[in-house]
């Protein structure tokens, strides 16, 4: 008798372990379910008008982005590559980077890929060589300082583009690759090789099969704190927000942009109107996203449509004046952006934002 009860235990604790295995087997195995929203209206809306020169030295800033106290700016059309501005007085601190392929030269124009602060409060920036695919991490303090020298720099295979590596870490790069659809990977700090690749083809992804409105490289915006991935299809009014694994958890849909537009036709002329998301500029709390409507008359509309990474709308600012190379300020509640009627670098406060 008690070898039966005996057997009859083993064999129950027997089962209960397969069954958990199959538990925690087929739980690893299951996808988060992603939420799709669709965005008809935001509970907060405000027109903003009044907009303050930072200055008028640039011509045609190709890229801004706000990088601790001071404004980043890439211009295409001067002397110099990089400009740094104090953004609590908007004054030019410093010209860095000529043309050229010397020390110190970038022979195209420059692209910031991401800011961050090290652990000493200090901030960097990686900065991508386009022609030679290397990627630049520089201080600010120390460019500031008069030292051009990079603090690190990675050469890039060519099956990375070049304007996706953005840090999640100092042993985690992430990125999207224009040559694999639709793809996200991460790879390691010396980007020799990707480590990590996981192809992930969203929902209703649409690739434009002529290649001329997919999403960009730069459409990619990491949170670095979060490992939060936040991409936009900038010609279909979409947002896609994949997690740290980068599985896809959200997805955010312009309830008035067509699903299924015709390409063929040039400058899609079948439009009503022009749909255009720029890339996502990110804060711990919320997603912007610089929203473009132009008409038929070419009268544009310039929107800032904000989200908190769920994918609930929180607040839209329609501006005054249109304007392109845009960067936000969250901590002084500004946002930065260069004119398309007199091309000044300005600024616009936002009343609104928390």
Known sequence: MKQIETNYLICLRQTIY???????ITGCNVK??????????????YLVKGAKTVCEELSCPHQMIVC??????????NDRWLY??????????SRLFGHG???????????????????SGEDYFSLADQIRSIIYIYSVKNLLNGSLEPTKQYKLPSTIPTRTPQRLNDSIWIGSAQRQEGSLFSYNWNLKSVTNWKKRVPIDFFVDPTNRYRVNDEAMRLNNKSGVIVSSLKYLKRIYIYNSELVLTHIIRDKKA????DFSKP??????????????????????????????????????????????????YIFDQPFSCS?????????????????RVMYYDLIGLE
């Open 84 to 93: 740094i501005y104090d953004l609590e007085s908007n004054r030019l601190l």
């Open 101 to 119: 392929k010397g020390p110190y030269e970038y022979p195209k124009a420059p692209w910031i890929l991401d800011i961050w602060v090290d652990d």
């Open 18 to 24: 397969l069954l958990v295995v199959i538990l925690v």
């Open 68 to 77: 601790g106290s001071v404004l980043l700016c890439v211009e295409k059309c």
């Open 258 to 261: 067509p699903r299924n537009p």
């Open 32 to 45: 988060p379910e992603v939420k799709i929203v669709e965005v008809e209206a935001f509970p907060k809306e």
């Open 327 to 343: 960067a936000i300020d969250w901590e002084r509640k500004r946002l930065y952006c260069m004119s398309q009627l007199d091309y």
């Open 267 to 316: 400058n899609m002329a079948s439009y009503e109107t022009v749909l255009f998301y720029e890339e996502p500029i990110l804060s711990s709390k919320y997603i912007g996203i610089i929203n473009y409507q132009y008409t038929k008359e070419y009268q544009p509309d310039t929107e800032l449509l904000i989200f908190d990474y769920q994918g609930n709308p929180q607040e839209k």
